[in-house]
């Protein structure tokens, strides 16, 4: 009497392992919605050219390679995260070079420097602002990751 229940055991195993396959390629193809991460209030724009409005105006972007650029408002902590991500041909050392320079003229207080072969960072803070700088090899090329917090009052 046991052989009716076993295509109701396969059945079950079935549907456990579709079930199982399905949340998985959900999960790998949902979109992240930059705004769901808190329970505060936050605005985001991205722009698909240029630097985000308000950006270091004469920081050493390549504007031309951009691949990211977006603004994240916390209007309640009034601050602003903008984020810029471009890839260039440069080399590491090269970009370190230009950034470490750029932190310094600009007046900058460089409060982290780690450079290995996997990547360049630097976390530099400017009266209540900070800067961020993270060099890393992408595909034969260097990508760049810029984010800028402006605190305000």
Do not use: C
């Not at 949902?30 to 605005?43: A, G, L, M, V, Y």
């Not at 602003?80 to 470490?100: F, G």
Request: hydrophobic share 30%; aromatic share 10%.
């Amino acid at each position: 009497m046991e052989h009716p229940k076993k295509p109701i055991v396969y059945l079950a195993i079935a549907g456990v392992i579709i079930i199982g396959a399905s949340l998985a390629y959900w999960y790998q193809h949902k979109t992240i919605d930059p705004k769901k991460f808190s329970s505060e209030t936050i605005e985001y724009s991205r722009d698909t050219k240029g630097l985000p409005q308000g950006f270091l105006s004469n920081i050493p972007v390549e504007v031309e390679n951009i691949t990211t650029s977006e603004t994240l408002l916390y209007p309640e902590r009034k601050a602003t995260v903008m984020n810029v991500t471009y890839q260039s041909s440069k080399q590491q050392e090269e970009l370190s070079s230009i950034y470490a320079s750029y932190l310094k003229n600009e007046g900058y207080t460089i409060t982290t420097s780690s450079k290995t072969a996997e990547k360049t960072v630097y976390a530099a803070t400017k009266d209540k602002n900070e800067l961020n700088v993270t060099i890393s090899p992408q595909s034969g090329r260097m990508g760049i990751l810029l984010s800028y917090v402006v605190r305000g009052e």
